[in-house]
């Protein structure tokens, strides 16, 4: 993070220690557990976008556990099995599954499964292996397994799900601090981010704030024209790419 950055973020975390304050001393149980905001609330993807941190901060009132969960827009996934055949790899058997987050991250202060109960991440859906993707019920449990950790792993090579959780710091016993990371290939669409307070191994307070993932300039121009006049931008391709070629070996040949 960039100094500038850095000061913006010690600025908005201090402009949220008054909110835990207020109403904490003629009634302390009014004051609010959990204040949480992000330097950001859109990203922005241009025609030069290689991905971006987005900050996360906060605070507690008391001491406790942090988990922050970041899932993008669901989306419908077909899985595919290769298979070689005559010494060519080809697609056979293929698995389709329904509300797929687009893009899936995490963050802790502790490593998860010691801040609560794996009943507890269960219910809430913290954590990629909690994710409730539906498969299609002519598979067999063992299918089901196969395919979700292939669905699983491709994510991962793409970057759209973290691998194991951030780390999030906390740089008081109550103001803590995170950064989300979104890869060049992210998708757009609107993202839920939820904030968890854990004492005792159950959930004290909920947070959740969206953020928008959003093409804008001339891809996002390019990218709508493309969806909605989906065979007239087909044809301005070729005629491009036949255009191109043209010129190209017009050029060469004055050579």
Same mark, same amino acid.
């Given at each position: 993070?960039?100094?500038?950055?850095?000061?913006?973020?010690?600025?908005?975390?201090?402009? !949220?220690?008054?909110?835990?304050?207020?109403?904490?001393?003629?009634?302390?149980?009014?004051?609010?557990?959990?204040?949480?905001?992000?330097?950001?609330?859109?990203?922005?993807?241009?025609?030069?976008?290689?991905?971006?941190?987005?900050?996360?901060?906060?605070?507690?009132?008391?001491? &406790?556990?942090?988990?922050?969960?970041?899932?993008?827009?669901?989306?419908?996934?077909?899985?595919? /099995?290769?298979?070689?055949?005559? @010494?060519?790899?080809?697609?056979?058997?293929?698995?389709?599954?329904?509300?797929?987050?687009?893009?899936?991250?995490?963050?802790?202060?502790?490593?998860?499964?010691?801040?609560?109960?794996?009943?507890?991440?269960?219910?809430?859906?913290?954590?990629?292996?909690?994710?409730?993707?539906?498969?299609?019920?002519?598979?067999?449990?063992?299918?089901?397994?196969?395919?979700?950790?292939?669905?699983?792993?491709?994510?991962? @090579?793409?970057?759209?799900?973290?691998?194991?959780?951030?780390?999030?710091?906390?740089?008081?016993?109550?103001?803590?601090?995170?950064?989300?990371?979104?890869?060049?290939?992210?998708?757009?669409?609107?993202?839920?981010?939820?904030?968890?307070?854990?004492?005792?191994?159950?959930? !004290?307070?909920?947070?959740?704030?969206?953020?928008?993932?959003? /093409?804008? &300039?001339?891809?996002?121009?390019?990218?709508?024209?493309?969806?909605?006049?989906?065979?007239?931008? &087909?044809?301005?391709?070729?005629?491009?790419?036949?255009?191109? &070629?043209?010129? !190209?070996?017009?050029?060469?040949?004055?050579?």
């Amino acid at each position: 993070m960039t100094v500038p950055s850095a000061i913006r973020a010690a600025v908005m975390i201090a402009l !949220a220690l008054p909110l835990l304050s207020i109403g904490a001393s003629p009634k302390k149980a009014s004051a609010d557990p959990l204040v949480v905001d992000l330097s950001n609330h859109l990203v922005a993807i241009t025609t030069g976008f290689t991905g971006t941190n987005v900050l996360l901060f906060g605070a507690v009132e008391e001491e &406790g556990d942090v988990v922050v969960t970041v899932r993008g827009p669901d989306q419908d996934m077909v899985v595919r /099995k290769k298979e070689r055949k005559v @010494g060519i790899w080809v697609n056979s058997e293929s698995a389709r599954y329904k509300n797929v987050p687009a893009y899936y991250a995490s963050a802790s202060n502790r490593p998860m499964d010691i801040i609560a109960s794996p009943e507890v991440l269960l219910d809430y859906r913290i954590g990629l292996q909690n994710q409730r993707f539906i498969g299609e019920s002519k598979l067999s449990d063992d299918d089901q397994k196969v395919y979700r950790e292939a669905l699983v792993r491709n994510m991962q @090579g793409a970057g759209l799900f973290g691998e194991r959780p951030a780390k999030i710091s906390f740089l008081s016993n109550q103001l803590f601090r995170t950064d989300i990371h979104f890869p060049a290939n992210t998708p757009t669409g609107t993202y839920t981010i939820n904030v968890y307070l854990i004492r005792d191994g159950r959930v !004290a307070s909920v947070k959740t704030t969206p953020l928008v993932v959003s /093409k804008t &300039g001339i891809s996002a121009e390019v990218y709508e024209f493309a969806h909605r006049y989906s065979a007239l931008y &087909g044809i301005i391709a070729v005629i491009i790419a036949v255009v191109a &070629g043209w010129i !190209a070996s017009v050029a060469f040949r004055k050579r």
